[in-house]
C-alpha cells in the first residue's frame, strides 16, 4: 500500500498511527505461533477513531485486527491489514452501578485492575485467566475467556450484560437484553443493525438450522465452548423457544474474536466477593490416571478451583528463580498434581467442608500425599499454575510445547476416557504431551512438544490437531473451550459442527461484515494452520556470534526465541514485581520484554548484515531498557534482556562507534580515581551552579541531576583499627568485596560494614577490586571480559579456600553470579565464584538464622524502617534477607516498600533524553511511598543508585542497611 495514503490516514486520527519496520516487527506475533507482518499499527483514541478507521478499512479493502495484551494463543491478534491495540488509551473504568451489580469499562482496562477498584465495594468479576495481572477485557470478551474460576463464576459471556460496538459500516449500535417487543421493533430498524436483527431472526426460525445445531455443537453440558460463533446460545430466549431469558445479541459477540464487530463499552455483571476463608488441598499422584480418576468425585465438593498440573510443568519451575520458591509445596516427583480449593464464610464451615473433602480423597486412595494449604501459601500455589503457559516457553531448544490442541473440553464424565484415548494418539506418534490447567471444567491444556522449525514436525502439527479435533468430536466436546479459534482450529470448524452449520456462520459473518474487514482470516474463511508461522521452515539457522556466553539457551537467538509471547512483562505498576519498569512509564510494547525479545529475534533472524546486530530499531528498542534483571526472574520464561541488551550495545557500538558520553560512563571507576586525589576540589566543581552546569552538559547529563561526591579512605587502616581476633570459632571467616562504588562514592558505607562485622566478632579480610558493572551497562565487554579474567585470577586463593565473599552494593557483587558466568571459561572456577558470594544481607541473615547473631547486640530503641530492595537484588537473591537483618533488633518495626524498580538504574537516570523516563518509573511507587512516610522513619536502600534517586526525586536520605544496622549495634 501506499505510503502517503497511510500518512494521510494517521493525520485523521486523533491518536497514532505506526508504520515503521519496527513497530510492524512488535505486532507481526502474539502468543501463538504465527506471524504475520501488519501493515500499519493504529492506538485509536476514542470511537471516531475507530470509525475514520473502520472507512479506511472498507475504501482500501484492508482488515482490521483488534489487539488488547496480545497474549492470544490461536493467532486472533496477526495479520496482515492495521492492528488496532486500544490497550493505550481506551482503559478507563466508564460507570459503576453498585445496586444492580453492574461495571461499564472499555475494552482496554485490564481485569486484575478492575477487580482492585471494585474489591472496596465487596465485588468482583469473576472469570480469571491465567493472564489476568495483564489481560483486558476487550480480550476476555473476544474470546470469551474462562480461567481458573470458572466451575464457581462461569466464562465471560455469563457475565457481559451490554456492548457498545462500531459496526462494519461505521454506524454505532447498542447490543443488550430485548424483550420480544423491542426485538420485532430492532428487525424494523433501516439500518445495518437492523439488518442483522432481521436476517439473524430469519435464520435462526428454521426448524432445520435449529435442530441441526443442537445436534451438531458441543454437548449443552460444556461450559467452556467457543467453537465458531455462538449460534447455539442465541436459541435460549424466548424469541426461539421456550425460555424465558431475554434475547441479546452479547452471547454471539463473546467469542467472535472481534470478527463481527469493534467494542468501545463493555457492561459486565459483577458477583460479590468470594468467602474470605479459604483452603487448598495438593493432592500429588504417581500417573496420569490416577489423577484423573480423582476428578469426578473431588467436583462432587462444592470446589472454587480445580486445577491440574503435569511433571513437564512442575519440572519447568525448578530452574524458574521466581517460581522455584512457590515449590514449597511439593512432595516428592510426583506425576501430576490436582489443586482443590474450598471457600467459606466461616472458618468452621471451612473445616468442615475440608474434612469432607479428605475423606473423598482417603476413599479413592489414588494420591499419595494431600498438603493442605492455607492464607497467602495458596496464592503462591495459585502463582506456580499460572505460571505455567509462561514457564513452557523455558524449554531449552527448538522444540517447545505448541499450542494447537491446548484449548479441547469435554464433559466431565468423558474426560479420562477421552485423555486415554488422546494418550494413545500421541504414542501413535512417538509424542510426550504437556496436561495441565483446569481439570474440574473438563479441560485440559494438552500440547505436544514440536520443533515448528522442520518440516517433519510441521506436518505433525497438523496431523496431530487433526486427529485430536476428530477425537474431540467423537465426544461432542469443544475444540476451542476458552482460547479461541483464531488461526490454528478455525479450519478445524467446519468438522466439529457440521458443514451446514459453518455455512450458517460464514453467513452470519457476511451479514455483520460483508466486506471482510472486521479481523479477516479467523473463524471463517479462515487462514491454514500450517503457514505463517514464527520461524521458516527448515531455514538455515543464522550463525550469530557473541561475546558473552549463551550457551545455556543454545545461543543469543534461541535466547530471544524463548519469548513465547504471553505478555507477563505487559503487567502495569498496580500489580507486584518490576517486571517491565519502562512499559510500565511509557505503555509502549517496544518497551516490554516480549517487545525487546521479538524485535532482536526479527533482526538477528532477518538481517542481510554481517553484523546482524547493526540496526537503529535495535537501539530503539533497547534504549529505555533499564537493565534491571526483573525479566531474569519474573519472565517465565527467564528471558534476561538485561544480558542481551549488553551484547547487542557491544556490537552496535563496535559498528558504530562509541561516544563521549558512554566513554565517560564506562571508564566512570577510573574518573572517580582520579578526583578522589582531590575530592575536595572534585566536589566543589560537581556543586558549582556555573562548573558544576557546563559538565553536565559536556557530558550529557540531565541538569536536574545532582552529581555524587567522590571521596578517598584507607579502609586497611580502618580494618587494621577494629579488626580482633576469632576466640569465637563459631564465627567465620569473611572476605569484604570493597568494590568500586564503596571505594570512591559510599565510603561511610564501607565503613559500617568493616565496625559492624568485626564488633560481632568476624575474621575479616578486605578484596578490592572493579566488579566491570559500569563497562557491563554500557557494552564494554572486551573491557569487562579482560577485568573479569583480571578477578579471578586474583579471587583464585579465596575460592580454593572456600571463603564467603560478602558484598554491599548489589549491582556488583550480584554480577559474581550473573554476568561472570558468561565472561569466563572455567566453569569451576565460576561455579566456585556463584555458591561463595553474598550480598551481606544474604551473610547476616543466614547467620542470625544459625543463631550465631542474636538482639542482645543491638539496641532496644523503637525505630520505624522502609525498605526499598535493589532490582538486582529481587531479582537474582531477595528482600527477604534485608528484612530479616533489619528485624534484629528487638524493637525495630521493617516493612518492605512494594516499589519496583527506582527508575535511575547507574547512568540510565542521569543521561538528559531519559531522565523524565526515569522519574516517571521512579514516581509510580517509590516516590509516593516514601513520600507517605514520616521524617522519623527510616528508609533503607542498599543500592548507591536507589540512594541518590530517592534524594533526587523526594528530598529524603536512605541509608544502607548495613548502616542503619551499625547505628543500632551496642556492643
Aim: proline share 3%; charged share 25%.
Amino acid at each position: 500500500m501506499d505510503k502517503y495514503l497511510l500518512k494521510d490516514l494517521s493525520q485523521n486520527l486523533k491518536g497514532e498511527l505506526l508504520f515503521d519496520d519496527l513497530s510492524k516487527a512488535l505486532y507481526a506475533t502474539d502468543g501463538s505461533v504465527y506471524r504475520i507482518l501488519p501493515l500499519a499499527v493504529a492506538y485509536p483514541k476514542n470511537a471516531e477513531d475507530i470509525k475514520v478507521l473502520v472507512d479506511f478499512a472498507n475504501t482500501n479493502k484492508v482488515g482490521l485486527i483488534p489487539r488488547t495484551a496480545g497474549t492470544s494463543l490461536a493467532g486472533q491478534c496477526v495479520g496482515p491489514g492495521i492492528v488496532v491495540d486500544v490497550s493505550r488509551y481506551l482503559t478507563k473504568i466508564v460507570s459503576l452501578n453498585k445496586e444492580k451489580r453492574q461495571v461499564t469499562v472499555q475494552p482496554g482496562v485490564v481485569r486484575d485492575e478492575l477487580n482492585q477498584y471494585l474489591k472496596p465495594f465487596g465485588l468482583f468479576f469473576g472469570p480469571n485467566t491465567s493472564t489476568s495481572n495483564r489481560c483486558m477485557i476487550g480480550g476476555m470478551v473476544g474470546n470469551n475467556s474462562s480461567g481458573t474460576t470458572s466451575i464457581q463464576y462461569g466464562v465471560t459471556r455469563d457475565k457481559v450484560v451490554a456492548m457498545q460496538c462500531i459496526l462494519s459500516d461505521g454506524s454505532e449500535a447498542y447490543f443488550s437484553s430485548l424483550t420480544k417487543k423491542e426485538f420485532d421493533a430492532k428487525k424494523q430498524t433501516d439500518s445495518l443493525e437492523g439488518r442483522i436483527y432481521h436476517k439473524l431472526y430469519e435464520e435462526l426460525s428454521n426448524p432445520d438450522i435449529q435442530s441441526n445445531i443442537k445436534a451438531e455443537f458441543p454437548k449443552p453440558s460444556i461450559h467452556r465452548r467457543n467453537t465458531g460463533y455462538a449460534v447455539d446460545e442465541l436459541l435460549k430466549n424466548n424469541i426461539f423457544g421456550e425460555d424465558s431469558d431475554e434475547f441479546n445479541l452479547c452471547k454471539l459477540l463473546s467469542g467472535s474474536e472481534g470478527t463481527l464487530a469493534f467494542t468501545t463499552e463493555v457492561t459486565l455483571q459483577l458477583d460479590d466477593l468470594p468467602p474470605q476463608f479459604s483452603a487448598m488441598v495438593a493432592t500429588h499422584y504417581k500417573t496420569l490416571e490416577d489423577c484423573l480418576a480423582d476428578v469426578a468425585p473431588v467436583m462432587e465438593h462444592k470446589l472454587h478451583l480445580c486445577e491440574m498440573m503435569d511433571k513437564v510443568i512442575l519440572d519447568c519451575t525448578k530452574n524458574n528463580r521466581a517460581q522455584s520458591a512457590n515449590r514449597f509445596f511439593v512432595d516428592g516427583d510426583p506425576v501430576a498434581i490436582l489443586m482443590l480449593e474450598v471457600k467459606a464464610e466461616t472458618e468452621e464451615d471451612l473445616e468442615k467442608q475440608l474434612e469432607l473433602l479428605l475423606k473423598t480423597i482417603a476413599k479413592s486412595g489414588l494420591s499419595y500425599a494431600s498438603p493442605v494449604l492455607y492464607g497467602d501459601d495458596i496464592n503462591k500455589a495459585i502463582e506456580l499454575r499460572k505460571a505455567g503457559l509462561g514457564l513452557l516457553g523455558n524449554m531449552v531448544g527448538d522444540k517447545k510445547a505448541v499450542a494447537c490442541i491446548e484449548d479441547t473440553a469435554v464433559a466431565l464424565e468423558d474426560l479420562k476416557d477421552f485423555i486415554g484415548e488422546f494418550t494413545k494418539i500421541m504414542k501413535g506418534y512417538d509424542q510426550s504431551a504437556v496436561y495441565y490447567a483446569h481439570a474440574g471444567a473438563g479441560e485440559l491444556h494438552l500440547r505436544p512438544i514440536l520443533n515448528l522449525k522442520k518440516s517433519e514436525d510441521v506436518v505433525l502439527f497438523r496431523s496431530i490437531t487433526t486427529d485430536v479435533a476428530k477425537l474431540t468430536k467423537k465426544y461432542q466436546g469443544s475444540f476451542s473451550g476458552e482460547h479461541g479459534d483464531g488461526i490454528v482450529r478455525a479450519e478445524f470448524i467446519p468438522l466439529m459442527i457440521g458443514e451446514a452449520n459453518y455455512q450458517l456462520l460464514k453467513r452470519v459473518k457476511s451479514l455483520f461484515d460483508p466486506n471482510g474487514i472486521l479481523n479477516p482470516g479467523k473463524i471463517v474463511d479462515a487462514y491454514a494452520m500450517d503457514e505463517s508461522l514464527r520461524y521458516e521452515v527448515d531455514r538455515e539457522e543464522p550463525e550469530v556470534k557473541t561475546l558473552m556466553d549463551f550457551s545455556d539457551s543454545e545461543g543469543i537467538l534461541k535466547a530471544a526465541e524463548k519469548c513465547n509471547g504471553s505478555g507477563d512483562c505487559r503487567k502495569s505498576h498496580h500489580m507486584s514485581g518490576a517486571m517491565c519498569p519502562s512499559y510500565q512509564a511509557t505503555k509502549n510494547e517496544r518497551h516490554t520484554t516480549r517487545g525487546r525479545a521479538n524485535a532482536l529475534r526479527e533482526f538477528l533472524t532477518n538481517s542481510q548484515k554481517t553484523n546482524r546486530f547493526d540496526h537503529k530499531e535495535l537501539k530503539t528498542a533497547f534504549d529505555l531498557c533499564l537493565s534491571c534483571k526483573a525479566c531474569a526472574s519474573e519472565c517465565p520464561s527467564n528471558v534476561d534482556v538485561a544480558a542481551l541488551k549488553a551484547e547487542f550495545l557491544y556490537n552496535y557500538q563496535e559498528a558504530n562507534g562509541y561516544s563521549l558520553r558512554s566513554k565517560l560512563f564506562a571508564h566512570n571507576t577510573r574518573l572517580n580515581a582520579l578526583g578522589s586525589k582531590m575530592p575536595g576540589i572534585t566536589n566543589w566543581m560537581y556543586k558549582s551552579k556555573s562548573v558544576g552546569a557546563l559538565l553536565k552538559k559536556a557530558s550529557g547529563v540531565a541538569p536536574e541531576r545532582s552529581l555524587p561526591e567522590v571521596g578517598r579512605f584507607n579502609f586497611t587502616k580502618h580494618l587494621k583499627k577494629h579488626r580482633v581476633k576469632r576466640t569465637d570459632l563459631s564465627k567465620k571467616q569473611v572476605i569484604l568485596y570493597v568494590d568500586e562504588f564503596v571505594k570512591y562514592l559510599d565510603i561511610q558505607v564501607g565503613k559500617d560494614a568493616i565496625e559492624l562485622l568485626c564488633k560481632l566478632g568476624y575474621d575479616v579480610e578486605l578484596f578490592y577490586g572493579e566488579s566491570g558493572r559500569t563497562y557491563l551497562s554500557k557494552g564494554y565487554l572486551k573491557q569487562a571480559k579482560k577485568l573479569v579474567a583480571q578477578n579471578m585470577e586474583r579471587l583464585k586463593d579465596i575460592l580454593n579456600r572456600g571463603l564467603p565473599i560478602v558484598g554491599l552494593e548489589p549491582s556488583a557483587i550480584l554480577s559474581f553470579r550473573d554476568e561472570y558466568q558468561r565472561l569466563y571459561d572455567d566453569k569451576e572456577q565460576l561455579r566456585k565464584l556463584a555458591s561463595q558470594s553474598f550480598l551481606i544481607e544474604e551473610f547476616l541473615a543466614a547467620e542470625i538464622a544459625e543463631g550465631h547473631i542474636t538482639s542482645e547486640s543491638f539496641t532496644d530503641e523503637e525505630k520505624t524502617i522502609k525498605i526499598h530492595g535493589h532490582c538486582h537484588q529481587k531479582a537474582l537473591s531477595n528482600q527477604k534477607v534485608t528484612f530479616d537483618m533489619l528485624n534484629l533488633p528487638k524493637n525495630y518495626k521493617v516493612t518492605i516498600i512494594a516499589s519496583g524498580c527506582c527508575g535511575m538504574a547507574g547512568s540510565f537516570g542521569y543521561e538528559k533524553e531519559h531522565y523524565e523516563t526515569s522519574m516517571k518509573v521512579g514516581s509510580l511507587k517509590l516516590f509516593p511511598a516514601v513520600a507517605k512516610s514520616s521524617e522519623e522513619t527510616l528508609i533503607a536502600a542498599n543500592g548507591t543508585s536507589c540512594r541518590h534517586q530517592i534524594m533526587d526525586g523526594t528530598k529524603r536520605e536512605a541509608q544502607h542497611p548495613v548502616s542503619i544496622l551499625r547505628q543500632a549495634l551496642v556492643i
